[in-house]
Structure formats: structure tokens, C-alpha cells
Nanobody, 120 residues
Framework: QVQLAESGGGSVQAGGSLKLSCAAS?????MAWFRQAPGKAREGVAT???????RYADSMKGRFNISIDSAKNTLHLQMNSLQPEDTAEYFC?????????????????WGQGTQVTVSS
């Protein structure tokens, strides 16, 4: 069983940065960030496996960075060059997949979400 607790959401101006955190009770192979805007489908943001290999959605690549503090089992998402289109509720997720894909069906454990709002 994996318990996840997110923090770090807030409001920021376009072009700004924000860092999200997710404290995990246990770390399976795959940790990930997803996001969902109102009326939109859940979208994969980034994943990281147990040895630190990462995967990013095309629209986030180069702007976002996913990382793990292994000693604290804490997942982070550093978001830079934020745009209004990044406004969404961001979710931390964990799963046992071997490839850490950017699709939500492979992640059985979820946090409650944290809101990120980017203004223009």
C-alpha cells in the first residue's frame, strides 16, 4: 500500500516557476505526476523510475523536471516557464509498472491533488 501527500501548489505569473512535492509512504518502481484541467482528460506530465530514469510529455519536456529525494521518499516536480495552459490540478501517482508510462491506468495509487494556477 502506498500513501501519497502532495504540497506546493499555488498561483504564479506566466513565465514563473513553482515546485511541487509529494511525500510517499513507500516507493514502488514508478512515481509520476499527472494533471487535469476542468472539463479535460487527465494528462501525464512526467515519470521517474527507481534508478532515476525519467520520461516527460512533449509539452513539458525542457520546462519541467521530476526528481526524487530518496532518503525521504519525496517526489518533486520543478516547473519552469509556466504558461496559462499549465493551469490544472496536479496529482502525484505511484505504480508497479516496469516502463513508467505516461498513462493513468498503470498507476493504482494517487494523492488528492494540488491546484496550480498560472495567470497571464
Amino acid at each position: 500500500q502506498v500513501q501519497l501527500a502532495e504540497s506546493g501548489g499555488g498561483s504564479v505569473q506566466a513565465g514563473g516557476s513553482l515546485k511541487l512535492s509529494c511525500a510517499a509512504s513507500y516507493r514502488p518502481n514508478c512515481m509520476a505526476w499527472f494533471r487535469q484541467a476542468p472539463g479535460k482528460a487527465r494528462e501525464g506530465v512526467a515519470t521517474i523510475d527507481y534508478v532515476g530514469a525519467t520520461r516527460y510529455a512533449d509539452s513539458m519536456k525542457g520546462r519541467f523536471n521530476i526528481s526524487i529525494d530518496s532518503a525521504k521518499n519525496t517526489l518533486h516536480l520543478q516547473m519552469n516557464s509556466l504558461q496559462p495552459e499549465d493551469t490544472a490540478e496536479y496529482f502525484c501517482a505511484a505504480g508497479y509498472g516496469g516502463h513508467c508510462i505516461l498513462y493513468d491506468y498503470d498507476y493504482p495509487f494517487w494523492g488528492q491533488g494540488t491546484q496550480v494556477t498560472v495567470s497571464s
